[in-house]
């Protein structure tokens, strides 16, 4: 009886641990599986060449604009060190938490994170070197106040650096829909801003897409 009965609990337990809390519940586990970092997107597939392009030197304060979940936080708030700042900036508040989230699990105190308004990134003036915004800008709408709230927080002389898809008439139809505009009229927005265009920064390997840096006069 005293047999039986183990056995049934054991049976019991191997049946009920699928569905007990383990490794797959876990926030950072649990990221790994969310669309926006699949290696499928180009510039998850190309992170690293991405931030190599940037420059990126130690004790920058780097904002990022439309972060998501976070997927660039590691290696920008690697570059920027422990004397630079990562921000993530978004108006998702669940992609807000799980970068908090993502932060605290990977011990990285330089990175912190903000939940913004669909009108502004909410970051005091002058207070950011470089900000990096990726696939995301063809999300603000209206561009124009989302644009008056990053040259402001940009110290003056700091970098915008906007990688987006690259609209073309050969672009496949979901990216047409998708996406409102060209990288043409994206540029003459940020130059209607007050951003001055610097130069097109090459990312080898990465396809479809567009990546400019532009300065704070
Ligand atoms: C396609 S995701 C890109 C996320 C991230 N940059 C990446 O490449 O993994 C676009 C992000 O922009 C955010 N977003 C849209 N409009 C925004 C706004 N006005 N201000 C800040 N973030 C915004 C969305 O919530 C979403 O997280």
Same mark, same amino acid.
């Given at each position: 009886?005293?047999?039986?009965?183990?056995?049934?609990?054991?049976?019991?337990?191997?049946?009920?641990?699928?569905?007990?809390?383990?490794?797959?519940?876990?926030?950072?586990?649990?990221?790994?599986?969310?669309?926006?970092?699949?290696?499928?997107?180009?510039?998850? /597939?190309?992170?690293?060449?991405?931030?190599?392009?940037?420059?990126?030197?130690?004790?920058?304060?780097?904002?990022?604009?439309?972060?998501?979940?976070?997927?660039?936080?590691?290696?920008? /708030?690697?570059?920027?060190?422990?004397?630079?700042?990562?921000?993530?900036?978004?108006?998702?508040?669940?992609?807000?938490?799980?970068?908090?989230?993502?932060?605290?699990?990977?011990?990285?105190?330089?990175?912190?994170?903000?939940?913004?308004?669909?009108?502004?990134?909410?970051?005091? /003036?002058?207070?950011?070197?470089? +900000?990096?915004?990726?696939?995301?800008?063809?999300?603000?709408?209206?561009?124009?106040?989302?644009?008056?709230? +990053?040259?402001? /927080?940009?110290?003056?002389?700091?970098?915008?650096?906007?990688?987006?898809?690259?609209?073309?008439?050969?672009?496949?139809?979901?990216?047409?829909?998708?996406?409102?505009?060209?990288?043409?009229?994206?540029?003459?927005?940020?130059?209607?801003?007050?951003?001055?265009?610097?130069?097109?920064?090459?990312?080898?390997?990465?396809?479809?897409?567009?990546?400019?840096?532009?300065?704070?006069?």
């Amino acid at each position: 009886m005293h047999r039986l009965l183990r056995f049934l609990t054991l049976l019991g337990l191997s049946l009920l641990l699928p569905f007990a809390p383990s490794v797959a519940q876990d926030p950072l586990t649990l990221l790994q599986r969310h669309p926006l970092e699949s290696p499928e997107r180009g510039v998850i /597939a190309h992170r690293d060449a991405i931030v190599r392009a940037l420059g990126i030197k130690p004790g920058t304060v780097v904002a990022d604009i439309g972060a998501g979940t976070g997927a660039f936080m590691e290696p920008l /708030a690697r570059a920027v060190g422990p004397g630079g700042r990562y921000i993530g900036v978004d108006i998702d508040k669940d992609y807000v938490k799980l970068m908090e989230s993502r932060a605290k699990r990977l011990g990285l105190a330089q990175a912190s994170v903000v939940l913004s308004r669909p009108d502004s990134i909410t970051l005091p /003036a002058d207070s950011v070197d470089l +900000m990096v915004v990726i696939d995301a800008y063809h999300h603000f709408a209206p561009p124009e106040p989302m644009l008056a709230s +990053m040259l402001k /927080a940009l110290r003056p002389g700091g970098q915008l650096v906007i990688v987006d898809f690259d609209r073309t008439p050969n672009s496949p139809r979901w990216l047409r829909e998708h996406v409102r505009a060209d990288k043409a009229t994206f540029l003459k927005e940020m130059e209607a801003a007050g951003f001055r265009i610097d130069r097109d920064l090459k990312i080898p390997g990465l396809e479809g897409h567009f990546a400019t840096r532009l300065l704070k006069p």
